[in-house]
């Protein structure tokens, strides 16, 4: 591809951004920095993890995402008693005694994994394959999902009644962890006065599956001078306590840190977050703003971190 039809390409991709942005602040008011995280995560290939107490739109949030894409949609309702194949299919028997796979929830473009941490681990590992793989395996047979394929997830704080904690290796799948915080004064204020009200506003799909796919390519396709991607690894060894290039403050106040799927993350995150805001090539500052959702949920503090008060967000902070 030549590059002009490439400049073409970015001034594109940046209007569909800004398209898909108004499309969703039809229905949700304000949390823009939470929209922004959301829609990078599905340019550059990855899941998010939005976290927040209950009734901050997480769902509806999602859900309203979904509508904005020309996209298959399914919601999966994490409880208690939800089985791995209630999420992946099971093999039947039918009537000539041949087993036929039936297909579960998913098999889709875009799943919500709503209130995922009210389900045990095990139903939660259910996830892992389609999230790394985009496969899923069903008596040694290997089902391929289409692509585009993201799984967003919302959970309620780990504190709250009748929640699992995530394991490690499933939160490692999550490019963002999202916090939701409340919607300021006059947010909520805009916010009951659309929703209290017979109006509703119409959803316009702006983006196709082959759309989003392009788009992807071509964030693939961003060049990253060598210290930045050197800055991004050097970022991630720093929360590795006791290791050549670890922080003292990792050492401190951390049990361990993150993997190099971080540092992965860091630079398709940073080359997203340049094409947004009208560069060509990610610099240092793009991977500062894309480093607290890629790491706080990959970094584990110690207890002398929970007792001197030291949050995964100070701790980042300070590594920066």
């Known amino acids: 591809m030549s590059e002009i039809n490439e400049v073409e390409e970015v001034k594109e991709f940046i209007d569909s951004f800004e398209k898909l942005k108004k499309e969703i602040s039809k229905i949700i008011v304000g949390q823009e920095d939470v929209v922004k995280l959301l829609i990078i995560s599905i340019f550059c290939e990855g899941h998010s993890l939005l976290v927040g107490v209950p009734g901050l739109a997480k769902t509806l949030l999602i859900h309203t ?33 041949n087993f036929n796979f039936v297909k579960g929830p998913i098999f889709s473009n875009i799943i919500l994994a709503d209130e995922i941490n009210r389900t045990p681990p095990k139903t939660q590992s259910a996830l892992l394959e389609a999230m790394q793989e985009y496969s899923v395996t069903i008596s040694g047979k290997q089902y391929p999902l289409a692509k585009p394929f993201f799984v967003l997830a919302t959970q309620n704080p780990i504190e709250q009644e009748g929640t699992y904690p995530l394991p490690e290796a499933q939160l490692d799948r999550f490019m963002f962890m999202i916090k939701l915080d409340y919607p300021e004064y006059a947010a909520e204020v805009e916010i009951v006065k659309n929703t209290t009200t017979q109006s509703s506003q119409e959803i316009n799909p702006t983006l196709t599956g082959e759309d989003v796919v392009r788009f992807q390519q071509l964030i693939k396709k961003v060049p990253v001078a060598d210290n930045v991607i050197e800055y991004a690894v050097s970022l991630t060894h720093k929360t590795r306590p006791n290791t050549e290039k670890g922080s003292k403050l990792a050492e401190d106040f951390l049990e361990w840190g993150a993997g190099p799927r971080a540092s992965q993350y860091l630079i398709l995150g940073a080359k997203c977050h340049a094409l947004l805001s009208g560069k060509y090539s990610p610099d240092i500052e793009d991977v500062q703003d894309v480093a607290v959702p890629i790491l706080r949920h990959r970094i584990v503090r110690n207890f002398r971190a929970e007792a001197e008060g030291y949050t995964e967000e100070k701790i980042i902070q300070e590594l920066l």
Not at 83 to 92: F, K, Y
């Open 65 to 97: 995402l979904s509508r904005s894409l020309n996209l298959d949609f399914n919601r999966i309702q994490f409880t208690p008693d939800l089985m791995p194949s209630d999420i992946l299919g099971a093999e039947t028997l039918d009537q000539n005694k």
